[in-house]
């Protein structure tokens, strides 16, 4: 299984509304990512997550909270956004954090997200 | 923050023709790779190329990287209408116990019939 799974495909949310975005993979990876992309504009790094502990965050505001419960799954609750936070969000993974041997990532098909 | 400049922005050829995409990047990395991207949806890896590596091959793929001018080039030969995607240079650096992958701004590639 060389697969990430994100959920929803979709999602339209109220800017009072509080959402989260699901994350899975089983290739036995252990680093995690989230990124932002806007469009035609490069996905922009969001978090980092290596062996489950949060390793960079890209000052990202706090109405966006990351949560890795366990190796195979990463969420990214959402809360309070604003219009301007309507973009792709990409969940990706990777083997070997923190290595000189750390390979490819590999990629969800994200989660688009309106803010109204 | 963006990592990596890509040049051009956009290129058009015709299909059969050669495609080259070029990439600028300004710290130490780890290695460098090259993604595609179709229609705003998610990335797919392409070629991965380690600092201590000049050059790469992978079907009609061709990565070069130069570590001393900070610059990589993607070749892609004898394009096909199905290579039309964009795509990113991202450079991965090991910090602070994780891989930070960051993504240059990326070529729209356009091959026509």
């Known amino acids: 299984d060389t697969e990430v799974t994100q959920t929803p495909k979709h999602l339209v949310m109220g800017m009072t509304n509080k959402k989260s975005l699901k994350c899975e993979q089983h290739?036995?990876?252990?680093?995690m990512y989230w990124y932002k992309q806007k469009a035609k504009k490069p996905p922009e790094l969001m978090f980092v997550?290596?062996?489950?502990?949060?390793?960079i965050n890209e000052s990202v505001p706090s109405r966006f909270s990351p949560e890795c419960p366990n190796s195979s799954l990463l969420n990214l609750h959402l809360h309070a956004l604003q219009p301007e936070d309507s973009a792709l969000y990409l969940c990706?993974?990777?083997?070997?954090?923190?290595?000189?041997?750390?390979?490819?990532?590999?990629f969800g098909q994200g989660t688009r997200l309106t803010v109204v | 923050s963006q990592q990596g400049e890509e040049d051009p922005q956009a290129l058009s050829i015709q299909e059969g023709e050669n495609a080259t995409m070029n990439c600028s990047y300004k710290?130490?990395?780890?290695?460098l790779q090259w993604y595609r991207q179709n229609s705003g949806r998610g990335l797919v890896h392409l070629i991965l190329?380690?600092?201590?590596?000049r050059e790469k091959h992978s079907g009609r793929l061709r990565v070069t990287l130069d570590t001393s001018k900070k610059s990589s080039s993607l070749l892609i030969t004898a394009s096909r209408a199905a290579d039309t995607a964009s795509y990113f240079c991202?450079?991965?650096?090991?910090?602070?116990?994780?891989?930070?992958?960051?993504f240059g701004t990326g070529t729209q590639l356009k091959v026509e019939l």
């Open positions: 710290t130490s990395i780890n290695n």
């Open positions: 990706a993974s990777s083997p070997y954090p923190g290595t000189a041997d750390h390979t490819e990532a590999f």
């Open positions: 190329i380690r600092s201590n590596e």
């Open positions: 290739m036995g990876h252990r680093a």
């Open positions: 997550y290596s062996y489950e502990k949060l390793s």
């Open positions: 991202a450079t991965d650096a090991i910090t602070g116990g994780g891989n930070k992958l960051t």
